[in-house]
């Protein structure tokens, strides 16, 4: 399932190029900053904990030293995954390979990022600990129950077509 995240992702950022009739950059772009413009629905991992000025302070100094460090999208390997995908023959084994080696970019800048949100998660003071695992747990509920509601749903067969 992350391997398809990682799919979805680089075709809607290539498509949305192409589309628009562009020429886009990602100089100096990083992966969170591209994945929170394209989806409003993204949260803060601190939504719901009130944080004092020290810690709004050193969580700020911990992203900065963070952007600088984390390993930028590569947009070459995304545009050899389009090629692969829009070719007059599928090749399976070099698009498996190349979503492999995308998904594993994703990967080293997710654990990156986990580092980041442990640092900031151990400024928290014991109460603010509480409400940020509370928000979590309600998070799960709300997810679990989307998921539960598309399961019970049942989604139309798709049509086989003849060659």
Do not use: C
């Amino acid at each position: 399932m992350h391997k398809l995240n990682v799919l979805v992702f680089a075709a809607a950022l290539v498509s949305n190029s192409v589309l628009a009739g562009e020429k886009t950059t990602t100089e100096g772009w990083h992966h969170e900053d591209i994945a929170s413009g394209l989806n409003d629905t993204h949260y803060s991992m601190f939504d719901g904990v009130r944080l004092t000025e020290q810690q709004r302070q050193q969580m700020r100094d911990l992203m900065s030293q963070a952007r600088l460090g984390t390993p930028r999208i590569n947009i070459s390997e995304m545009e050899r995954l389009h090629t692969l995908v829009t070719a007059e023959k599928f090749d399976e084994p070099a698009v498996r390979a190349q979503t492999e080696k995308i998904a594993q970019q994703h990967v080293i800048r997710q654990v990156e990022m986990a580092k980041v949100r442990n640092q900031m998660y151990n400024l928290l003071t014991p109460e603010q600990r509480q409400i940020l695992n509370d928000k979590h747990r309600q998070r799960l509920a709300e997810i679990q129950l989307q998921m539960a509601e598309m399961t019970q749903t049942s989604p139309q067969k798709p049509v086989a077509m003849s060659k």
